[in-house]
């Protein structure tokens, strides 16, 4: 398999300097911006080192625009993204990829009964959506971009097919609202189908972050932003050990260390866990600081990326095998 590049959403945006600069000297190199929240890509571009290698995801922000009840104009974005790439191939030696504009079905709130309720009219809204969306994939390249287009859960086959003949780096979007299983069941299932049709084609996963799918199946990239998230809630990922003698065989420490309300799904700061965190030299007060547990969060993606690697390059792809299914 390829090596796995996990992207940093979210990054900061109309942040101090000095953030910015934190978040570079902890190794990220790789991130994913939003067209709609601007400043992200400028808070990236203007921070980082000239030099600096590494590669820029952007995302046209449909699925938030979606949830805001606005639009987001194809020409306005296309002419957005030809201004990045060419400001990026000027002063930078990061690579740029453009995500294609997406249309979202339904309203807010309905995409499960959308995906699960299978009657004629709801079949309607999705095939009317993916098929905007493939038009609006076949006008950027008209105007030369060709885009990283996205095969969402819910869609028929034939619009991953159709996308395929144009591209050769397709996004994989799993639900919002379906369970965990069921995201995970769906994901398994297009590689199967690029498996069975012999397509060998570049994949990412848009807000994955399990690590048996990050593990077993052939990513080539990924991203998520449960870093910052997580951060602003209060809660760490950590790996089993710490980061001296980290096992990331095992399920990640997940732990709200703050003195805000424990986040939901998480674990107690335990007297064991502040132990091990201090070993690698992390203080009680250092907790409190979002800024800190970001750091803390973004060390643990990079150690994971790694980790992910040496295992992957040692992985016989076997598609359910892989999984244990």
């Known amino acids: 398999m390829k090596p796995i590049k996990l992207y940093f959403a979210a990054v900061w945006g109309g942040c101090s300097n000095e953030r910015m600069f934190n978040l570079i000297n902890a190794g990220v190199k790789n991130v994913l911006v939003s067209y709609i929240y601007p400043d992200q890509f400028k808070g990236w571009i203007n921070n980082i080192p000239l030099d600096m290698e590494g590669n820029i995801i952007v995302d046209s922000g449909a699925f938030t625009a979606w949830n805001k009840g606005k639009l987001i104009n194809l ?40 995906t699960r309720n299978r ?29 990283i287009h996205v095969f969402h859960q819910g869609e028929s086959w034939k619009w991953l097919d159709k996308m395929l003949e144009y591209i050769d780096y397709i996004g994989i ?3 919002n609202d379906v369970s965990t299983n069921e995201r995970n069941q769906w994901m398994l299932s297009v590689f199967e189908y690029l498996y069975r049709n012999n397509v060998n084609v570049d994949t990412h996963g848009f807000a994955v972050t399990n690590k048996k799918i990050l593990l077993n199946l052939p990513w080539t990239s990924c991203d998520s ?6 951060a602003g809630m209060g809660a760490i990922y950590y ?17 709200t260390v703050s003195d805000r309300k424990i986040k939901k799904g998480t674990g107690y700061l335990t007297s064991n866990f502040l132990k091990l965190l201090e070993q690698d030299g992390y203080s009680y ?28 390059s040692n992985i016989v792809f076997k598609i359910r095998n892989n999984l244990g299914l």
């Not at 002419?79 to 191939?89: G, L, P, R």
């Open 285 to 312: 007060d250092d907790l409190q600081q979002f800024q800190m547990r970001a750091l803390i969060n973004v060390r643990y993606f990079l150690e994971l990326e790694k980790w992910l690697n040496v295992k992957k």
């Open 225 to 230: 932003a449960s870093w910052k998230i997580s």
């Open 173 to 175: 979007s799993p639900a």
């Open 239 to 255: 790996p089993q050990g710490g980061f001296k003698n980290s096992n990331f065989s095992k399920s990640a420490l997940v732990c």
């Open 119 to 147: 009657k004629f009219e709801n079949i309607e809204l999705i095939e009317r959506a993916a098929n905007a969306g493939f038009q609006n994939m076949k006008e950027m390249i008209k105007q030369g971009i060709k885009p």
């Open 75 to 114: 020409d306005n974005y296309i002419k957005y993204a030809h201004q990045i790439i060419n400001e990026v191939s000027k002063f930078s030696n990061q690579k740029v990829y453009i995500v294609n504009l997406d249309v979202i079905p339904g309203i807010v709130g309905q995409t499960q009964s959308l």
